[in-house]
């Protein structure tokens, strides 16, 4: 199950995330090719928009070209297709929507019920990244102040006693500021459950400032629509972090 392999990881997972309406950029075709190695350990395809998008031709293409596990990870539930590996359900837990924590779902639930693939239903909170994300403005909620972190802590832990299965620190797809390594720190320390981090991973230097932090899963989208070479940066400097780890286990 895939649940099993994002929580059982020595090393933070590296996901990319699609968005299904930037599949026509220029830098899409660039970005597949480096799919196609392997570099990535999980795949999201899915958009901050409400609009229904077929997103099941995408995630048919890209399953093509890689052996790497493509979840489905749906803006809006019109999103959701049944060609992927399985699905990162959101559910927004910061701010006071009631359409995105719950309304939506309750709309769908019927087709939820009927979907095989496996649902990792993720609570999703979103923290303020110094740049107005799209988002904040799908759900037309405010993101949290990165220094209220007893309250980004206390809906972390929420979200695992009522059942989610992970947690999702999001600074929004365009951030300054990815979420800070000491609020993965800290909100890692209170639950059991994974963590997913996304927003604002721009660098080298930014992966590694949350690869120190362990979160389950680090997630890249905006920046590789700009640079899809970051993915090989990454690639290469979680290589040279492996091998480091392991001649220091030998020594």
Do not use: W
């Not at 604002?200 to 700009?226: H, M, Q, T, W, Y």
Request: glycine share 6%; hydrophobic share 40%.
């Amino acid at each position: 199950m895939l649940i099993e392999k994002i929580n059982n990881t020595n090393y933070p997972l590296v996901a990319v995330l699609i968005d299904p309406e930037k599949v026509n950029l220029p830098t899409y075709s660039q970005l597949k090719l480096l799919l196609s190695s392997n570099m990535a350990d999980l795949i999201l395809v899915g958009g901050s928009t409400d609009r229904p998008i077929n997103c099941s031709d995408i995630i048919y293409d890209i399953k093509s070209i890689t052996a790497t596990p493509v979840m489905s990870f749906p803006g809006s539930l019109l999103q959701l297709a049944d060609t992927a590996d399985g699905i990162l359900l959101p559910s927004l837990l910061s701010g006071s929507s009631f359409e995105f924590a719950i309304g939506k779902h309750i709309r769908a639930a019927r087709q939820l019920q009927n979907i095989t693939e496996e649902i990792i239903t993720t609570g999703y909170i979103l923290i303020d990244g110094g740049h107005p994300s799209s988002a904040a403005k799908l759900t037309q909620t405010d993101p949290l102040d990165p220094s209220d972190i007893d309250t980004i802590i206390d809906l972390a832990i929420a979200g695992e006693v009522i059942g989610i299965k992970s947690i999702y620190l999001e600074a929004g797809s365009g951030a300054s500021q990815p979420a800070d390594d000491s609020i993965i720190k800290q909100v890692k320390q209170h639950i059991d459950i994974p963590i997913f981090v996304g927003g604002g991973i721009d660098s080298v230097e930014k992966f590694a400032a949350a690869e120190r932090a362990k979160p389950n899963v680090i997630v890249i989208g905006n920046a590789l629509e700009k640079d899809p070479s970051l993915l090989l940066e990454i690639s290469q400097f979680r290589n040279k972090l492996k091998a480091r780890t392991i001649q220091s286990t030998i020594a």
